[in-house]
């Protein structure tokens, strides 16, 4: 069953990355929420970046919208619970308006996310070396796919007020769209950018005062007014019911005796989406967050331990410096401790890191081995299917996630067990053995979304719950899921 929900929004898209999409879906929801509106911000894609700068403007959390990893009918009861008491959505697209999981499959677009969820698409354009041609890419990306609905256009790095003009008249004559505002080229209110793509808000930087001065420009150049107008007449939404993780049984205990999950959070660990944890709470877990960097001892009455990704590669030097952190990870692995890691957290676990100049930092040891920058990006969207019954897997069982790192795991011992096998898909035609299945440690470079698969929170937090009770070897095999992935 589906009930329909009242809910204004927009979607900002380009017609590719690069355009300016982060820079004004920022500007503008601080603009809205200067106007004393609550803007519920949201991204497309699997991107834990984009998303600290919209909740930073929105002073509430971003999240994110993937309908290639999370069941598509979610999606729309996604953006209906995540914008619970706000006036408006925002949303930012990701890469171009059509790019998605392949050349013949437009699955995660932004132009998927904006059929699932029947949302106006505001076209952000880098207009600085075009003028007439603006006209006929907005006309292709309107009539592309009629299930879309292109509302209009913010023209992008703009040269001149003439040259503002001559994109104007353009666009509006040819396609009868309207033109909502230009922005202006400005090299001051450009991101800094490193391998992975912007830098995170969660490291020191000017990031509130970067706000305000895209902000400022938002006002004086993009109609707010007209903007409002077209996030009023998207249509209601219709809401699917969600799938729930099974909450544990805790009746007879406060709050204070919910498994405790230590999850790693810093400056270089901070790639985790808000959806998993708010899934762990629901199977009744108690989160308490805990910094590799600097402190010296994982949370007392730790359960299980999440070792998210990010960016250790930047802080090597530090974390490799804070040995208390590091000998309490190796205690907790040899006391039997659940321990999940993905990405940056794989890399934490070996034995040292390499970074780009070749300076090797120690790390925590508990897998063979050592993780090497590289200047060569692995990425996409993986289907990966679980190669033994552990605490968190049945054999067989496969997810959907995503991988984007430039790391490897080198000097990998042939001999340990793998975690996953990725199944072929339309980029890598072979499977590919993945991660590392070393007793309670569960380490892979695949990020997942706990959304495509409930059970897998409940099986968490069961874990968490059996080490405390002093069993590190907690039988979950009861706690089934679907076997397979169901989208």
């Not at 974390?319 to 401790?337: D, K, V, Y």
């Amino acid at each position: 069953m589906s009930e329909p929900r009242e809910l204004p929004r927009l979607l900002l898209a380009a017609p590719m990355s690069g355009s300016g999409k982060t820079t004004i879906t920022a500007g503008l929801i601080a603009a809205l929420a200067a106007r004393g509106l609550q803007v519920a911000p949201f991204k497309c894609g699997p991107d834990y970046i984009d998303p600290s700068y919209h909740a930073l403007a929105a002073g509430r959390p971003c999240h994110n919208l993937d309908a290639w990893l999370v069941p598509p009918e979610q999606i729309p009861g996604i953006v209906v619970r995540r914008a619970q008491g706000a006036d408006l959505a925002v949303i930012e697209g990701v890469m171009g308006l059509f790019d998605g999981y392949a050349g013949d499959d437009d699955s995660g677009s932004s132009a998927h996310i904006a059929r699932l969820t029947n949302t106006p698409v505001v076209i952000v354009l880098d207009a600085r070396a075009m003028a007439r041609t603006a006209a006929a890419l907005v006309a292709g990306l309107r009539d592309f796919d009629p299930r879309v609905r292109v509302a209009g256009v913010i023209c992008n790095r703009v040269g001149s007020p003439g040259h503002a003009q001559l994109l104007t008249r353009a666009i509006e004559d040819a396609t009868g769209l309207p033109v909502f505002g230009c922005f202006s080229r400005d090299a001051a209110i450009n991101l800094p950018e490193r391998h992975l793509g912007l830098v995170p808000t969660a490291e020191p930087g000017r990031w509130q005062a970067w706000i305000g001065e895209v902000r400022a420009r938002v006002e004086a150049s993009i109609d707010l007014d007209r903007l409002l107008v077209i996030a009023r007449s998207a249509p209601e939404l219709l809401v699917a019911s969600r799938p729930h993780p099974q909450p544990l049984s805790l009746s007879g205990r406060g709050e204070s005796d919910y498994p405790l999950i230590a999850v790693a959070r810093d400056e270089a660990f901070s790639f985790l989406y808000e959806e998993n944890l708010d899934m762990l709470r629901e199977a009744g877990a108690q989160i308490c967050f805990f910094s590799p960097l600097r402190d010296h001892a994982l949370p007392d009455g730790t359960g299980a331990i999440y070792l998210c990704g990010g960016f250790p590669e930047l802080y090597a030097a530090q974390i490799s410096e804070n040995q208390p952190m590091r000998e309490s990870l190796r205690a907790a692995a040899a006391a039997g401790l659940p321990i999940y890691a993905e990405c940056g957290g794989l890399m934490y676990l070996t034995e040292a890191v390499v970074d780009a100049e070749g300076h090797s930092y120690p790390l925590v040891g508990l897998l063979p081995g050592h993780s090497t920058m590289t200047g060569r990006l692995t990425m996409g969207y993986r289907t990966v299917q679980a190669q033994a019954d552990s605490w968190l897997w049945r054999t067989g069982e496969t997810v959907r996630g995503h991988e984007f790192h430039y790391s490897l795991w080198e000097q990998r011992p042939s001999a340990l067990p793998w975690l996953y096998a990725c199944l072929p898909d339309a980029m890598r035609p072979a499977v590919n053995p993945e991660g590392a299945h070393a007793d309670t440690i569960l380490a892979s470079y695949v990020h997942l979304h706990f959304r495509a698969y409930p059970v897998l929170a409940t099986r968490f937090v069961a874990a968490a719950q059996a080490a405390m009770s002093g069993n590190p070897h907690p039988q979950i095999l009861s706690l089934t899921g679907k076997g397979e992935i169901s989208h």
